[in-house]
């Protein structure tokens, strides 16, 4: 639902794609984020468990799922960003890739042995390293955080500042007119995590006063 409202163009003169086109694609992790969150805190309220004791057992667990799920993308051919000529370069087959080419990838396309390939940011790459250094950091932590929620909101903060970089690179950005979707999403999620561990920690610090 997610990918729906911000492509409604795509749907709207045939509203049962959104249901048949799963198998095409339009599944957004900024919509399995939301509703993972809504169902745990729902679950923790329900079974009368901290809900923020749930979200912050789970939260490395979305920084693995991330890490692993971001490898789909390698094999679906999608979700790379604009071309790159640095040690980290990766090359598709042009007549394979699945996301939109800008003219700069193709003005920079490399034939080898008879096959064209475009040569780009392996965005992927970068974001499933980081969100596996993300759930050992938060793995480690976990033990030792200061209250409940932190651990959830640690790890919205850390994957919020890398999409947003990783949006700026990406060729097939979700956009609301001429807004970038995801990166406003991450920036917020950024800003909206460190506010909260912020004032926690100011709070329990006054309290400790």
């Given at each position: 639902m997610f990918y729906v409202a911000f492509n409604w163009e795509l749907y709207r003169h045939n509203p049962i794609?959104?249901?048949?086109?799963?198998?095409?694609g339009g599944l957004a992790i900024w919509g399995g984020l939301i509703a993972s969150i809504i169902c745990l805190y729902v679950f923790g309220?329900?079974?009368?468990?901290?809900?923020?004791l749930v979200l912050d057992t789970c939260a490395p667990s979305f920084a693995l799922g991330q890490a692993i799920g971001r490898w789909g993308n390698f094999f679906n051919m999608e979700a790379f960003g604009v071309y790159t000529n640095n040690i980290f370069a990766m090359r598709l087959p042009i007549n394979q890739v699945t996301a939109p080419v800008t003219p700069s990838i193709l003005a920079n396309t490399v034939i080898d042995r008879g096959v064209e390939f475009i040569q780009v940011h392996p965005t992927f790459l970068y974001e499933s390293m980081w969100s596996l250094v993300a759930f050992a950091l938060?793995?480690?932590?976990?033990?030792?955080?200061k209250f409940s929620g932190e651990v959830f909101?640690?790890?919205?903060?850390?994957?919020?500042?890398?999409?947003?970089?990783?949006?700026m690179l990406r060729t097939d950005q979700l956009l609301a007119g001429s807004i970038p979707v995801?990166?406003?999403?991450?920036?917020?999620?950024?800003?909206?995590?460190?506010?909260?561990?912020?004032?926690?920690?100011?709070?329990?610090?006054?309290?400790?006063?």
């Open positions: 794609t959104i249901i048949t086109g799963i198998r095409s309220r329900v079974r009368k468990i901290d809900p923020w938060l793995t480690l932590y976990r033990p030792h955080k909101w640690m790890f919205l903060m850390s994957y919020g500042f890398v999409r947003f970089f990783v949006e995801s990166q406003v999403t991450a920036m917020l999620m950024f800003l909206v995590s460190l506010i909260a561990i912020a004032s926690q920690r100011l709070l329990l610090r006054r309290n400790a006063r």
